[in-house]
Protein backbone atom coordinates (compact mmCIF):
# COMPACT_ATOMS: atom_id res chain seq x y z
CA UNK A 1 0.00 0.00 0.00
CA UNK A 2 2.82 2.48 0.73
CA UNK A 3 4.33 1.82 -2.72
CA UNK A 4 1.45 2.28 -4.35
CA UNK A 5 0.36 5.54 -2.61
CA UNK A 6 4.36 7.08 -3.13
CA UNK A 7 3.81 6.05 -6.87
CA UNK A 8 0.60 7.62 -6.76
CA UNK A 9 -2.09 5.21 -7.88
CA UNK A 10 -4.78 3.31 -5.95
CA UNK A 11 -3.76 0.61 -3.24
CA UNK A 12 -6.40 -2.11 -3.55
CA UNK A 13 -6.45 -5.01 -1.34
CA UNK A 14 -6.84 -8.50 -1.40
CA UNK A 15 -10.48 -10.53 -2.01
CA UNK A 16 -11.84 -11.91 1.02
CA UNK A 17 -10.10 -9.68 3.35
CA UNK A 18 -11.54 -7.78 6.58
CA UNK A 19 -12.07 -4.62 5.14
CA UNK A 20 -12.70 -2.34 7.47
CA UNK A 21 -9.34 -3.02 8.59
CA UNK A 22 -7.67 -2.61 5.08
CA UNK A 23 -9.55 0.89 4.58
CA UNK A 24 -8.33 2.02 8.17
CA UNK A 25 -5.10 0.55 7.56
CA UNK A 26 -5.25 3.18 4.04
CA UNK A 27 -6.07 0.68 1.21
CA UNK A 28 -8.18 2.61 -1.30
CA UNK A 29 -10.13 -0.47 -2.09
CA UNK A 30 -10.42 -3.94 -2.54
CA UNK A 31 -10.95 -7.07 -5.00
CA UNK A 32 -14.52 -8.35 -4.42
CA UNK A 33 -14.75 -12.23 -4.49
CA UNK A 34 -18.07 -12.30 -6.37
CA UNK A 35 -21.04 -9.57 -7.33
CA UNK A 36 -22.86 -10.24 -4.09
CA UNK A 37 -19.90 -8.93 -2.13
CA UNK A 38 -19.55 -5.36 -4.25
CA UNK A 39 -21.89 -3.61 -1.68
CA UNK A 40 -20.29 -4.55 1.46
CA UNK A 41 -16.79 -4.14 0.47
CA UNK A 42 -17.77 -0.53 -1.12
CA UNK A 43 -19.52 -0.20 2.53
CA UNK A 44 -16.83 -0.97 4.41
CA UNK A 45 -14.39 1.72 2.18
CA UNK A 46 -17.08 4.26 2.38
CA UNK A 47 -17.39 4.28 5.76
CA UNK A 48 -13.60 5.20 6.15
CA UNK A 49 -13.50 7.32 3.00
CA UNK A 50 -16.63 9.37 3.08
CA UNK A 51 -16.77 11.75 0.50
CA UNK A 52 -12.82 11.38 -0.32
CA UNK A 53 -11.94 8.85 -3.60
CA UNK A 54 -8.77 7.68 -2.07
CA UNK A 55 -6.54 8.01 0.50
CA UNK A 56 -3.54 8.18 -2.13
CA UNK A 57 -2.00 11.00 0.40
CA UNK A 58 -1.80 8.67 3.17
CA UNK A 59 1.89 7.61 2.84
CA UNK A 60 2.26 5.53 6.00
CA UNK A 61 5.84 6.61 6.82
CA UNK A 62 5.13 3.93 9.88
CA UNK A 63 5.33 1.23 7.25
CA UNK A 64 8.40 -0.21 6.43
CA UNK A 65 8.82 -2.41 3.40
CA UNK A 66 11.09 -5.76 3.94
CA UNK A 67 11.53 -7.72 1.01
CA UNK A 68 12.85 -10.66 3.36
CA UNK A 69 9.04 -10.57 5.25
CA UNK A 70 7.24 -10.53 1.73
CA UNK A 71 8.38 -13.29 0.51
CA UNK A 72 8.82 -15.52 4.09
CA UNK A 73 5.83 -17.55 4.85
CA UNK A 74 6.31 -18.11 8.20
CA UNK A 75 4.32 -15.36 9.47
CA UNK A 76 0.88 -16.09 7.05
CA UNK A 77 -2.30 -17.73 7.75
CA UNK A 78 -1.86 -20.71 5.77
CA UNK A 79 -5.33 -22.55 7.11
CA UNK A 80 -6.94 -23.92 4.18
CA UNK A 81 -10.09 -26.21 4.47
CA UNK A 82 -10.86 -28.74 1.52
CA UNK A 83 -13.57 -26.28 0.60
CA UNK A 84 -11.00 -23.44 -0.07
CA UNK A 85 -9.24 -26.20 -2.43
CA UNK A 86 -12.41 -27.40 -4.17
CA UNK A 87 -13.04 -23.36 -4.85
CA UNK A 88 -9.60 -22.87 -6.00
CA UNK A 89 -9.77 -25.93 -8.57
CA UNK A 90 -12.93 -25.71 -9.71
CA UNK A 91 -12.79 -22.62 -11.51
CA UNK A 92 -9.66 -23.80 -13.33
CA UNK A 93 -11.40 -25.84 -15.47
CA UNK A 94 -14.24 -24.29 -15.82
CA UNK A 95 -12.60 -20.81 -17.22
CA UNK A 96 -10.10 -22.60 -19.30
CA UNK A 97 -12.95 -24.33 -21.35
CA UNK A 98 -14.62 -21.08 -22.44
CA UNK A 99 -11.29 -19.43 -22.63
CA UNK A 100 -10.07 -22.02 -25.28
CA UNK A 101 -13.51 -22.04 -26.89
CA UNK A 102 -12.57 -18.11 -27.22
CA UNK A 103 -15.67 -17.12 -24.80
CA UNK A 104 -15.62 -14.90 -22.73
CA UNK A 105 -15.19 -16.72 -19.41
CA UNK A 106 -17.73 -15.56 -16.44
CA UNK A 107 -14.50 -15.13 -13.80
CA UNK A 108 -12.53 -12.69 -13.50
CA UNK A 109 -8.81 -13.52 -15.02
CA UNK A 110 -6.97 -11.92 -11.32
CA UNK A 111 -9.33 -14.87 -9.70
CA UNK A 112 -7.81 -17.41 -12.23
CA UNK A 113 -4.44 -16.44 -11.54
CA UNK A 114 -4.58 -16.26 -7.86
CA UNK A 115 -6.77 -19.80 -7.70
CA UNK A 116 -3.60 -21.59 -9.93
CA UNK A 117 -1.19 -19.95 -7.91
CA UNK A 118 -2.56 -20.78 -4.37
CA UNK A 119 -3.14 -24.51 -5.66
CA UNK A 120 0.04 -24.23 -6.81
CA UNK A 121 1.48 -23.12 -3.39
CA UNK A 122 -0.81 -25.29 -1.49
CA UNK A 123 0.53 -28.32 -3.57
CA UNK A 124 4.38 -27.54 -3.37
CA UNK A 125 4.59 -26.37 0.39
CA UNK A 126 2.33 -29.69 1.45
CA UNK A 127 -0.08 -27.23 3.39
CA UNK A 128 -2.45 -29.46 5.42
CA UNK A 129 -6.10 -28.88 5.18
CA UNK A 130 -7.62 -27.61 8.68
CA UNK A 131 -10.91 -29.33 8.35
CA UNK A 132 -9.41 -32.92 7.00
CA UNK A 133 -5.65 -32.98 8.35
CA UNK A 134 -4.69 -34.42 4.79
CA UNK A 135 -1.86 -32.64 2.84
CA UNK A 136 -2.77 -30.77 -0.41
CA UNK A 137 -0.79 -33.45 -3.01
CA UNK A 138 -0.45 -33.19 -6.77
CA UNK A 139 -2.68 -36.67 -6.08
CA UNK A 140 -5.26 -34.81 -4.79
CA UNK A 141 -5.66 -32.28 -7.09
CA UNK A 142 -6.01 -34.95 -9.63
CA UNK A 143 -8.92 -36.51 -7.58
CA UNK A 144 -10.49 -33.33 -7.65
CA UNK A 145 -10.47 -32.47 -11.35
CA UNK A 146 -11.52 -36.17 -12.18
CA UNK A 147 -15.13 -35.34 -9.38
CA UNK A 148 -15.23 -31.71 -10.94
CA UNK A 149 -14.76 -33.23 -14.86
CA UNK A 150 -17.94 -31.84 -16.81
CA UNK A 151 -19.18 -32.35 -20.40
CA UNK A 152 -17.37 -30.46 -22.63
CA UNK A 153 -15.11 -30.97 -25.77
CA UNK A 154 -12.18 -28.99 -24.12
CA UNK A 155 -12.13 -30.27 -20.40
CA UNK A 156 -9.19 -32.91 -21.15
CA UNK A 157 -7.21 -30.16 -22.68
CA UNK A 158 -8.30 -27.54 -19.83
CA UNK A 159 -7.76 -30.45 -17.15
CA UNK A 160 -3.89 -30.78 -18.71
CA UNK A 161 -3.30 -27.16 -18.60
CA UNK A 162 -4.32 -26.88 -15.13
CA UNK A 163 -1.78 -30.00 -13.86
CA UNK A 164 0.81 -27.81 -15.98
CA UNK A 165 -0.12 -24.72 -14.33
CA UNK A 166 -0.60 -26.20 -10.63
CA UNK A 167 1.44 -29.42 -10.53
CA UNK A 168 4.75 -28.58 -12.58
CA UNK A 169 7.75 -27.59 -10.91
CA UNK A 170 7.90 -24.30 -11.35
CA UNK A 171 4.81 -22.05 -11.10
CA UNK A 172 4.21 -20.32 -15.16
CA UNK A 173 4.35 -16.61 -15.31
CA UNK A 174 0.67 -17.01 -16.82
CA UNK A 175 -2.15 -19.36 -17.23
CA UNK A 176 -2.79 -16.74 -20.61
CA UNK A 177 0.39 -17.61 -22.15
CA UNK A 178 0.55 -21.06 -21.16
CA UNK A 179 -2.99 -21.66 -22.85
CA UNK A 180 -2.65 -18.72 -26.39
CA UNK A 181 -1.01 -21.68 -28.34
CA UNK A 182 -3.85 -24.31 -27.32
CA UNK A 183 -6.85 -22.00 -28.89
CA UNK A 184 -8.82 -23.48 -31.51
Request: glycine share 6%; hydrophobic share 45%.
Amino acid sequence: MRTAHRRGTHAIGPVRADNRRLAAAGFDGAEAADPGAVAPTAAAFTAVLGERPNQISRLRYDVVPDAAALTDPAGLDTAVSSADLRSAVAVLPAYLTRWLATEIPTADPAQIELARAQVWQWVHTGVELRDTGTTVTADSVRVLLDELAFDDDRYELARLLVEELCLGPVLPPSAALAAYDLID
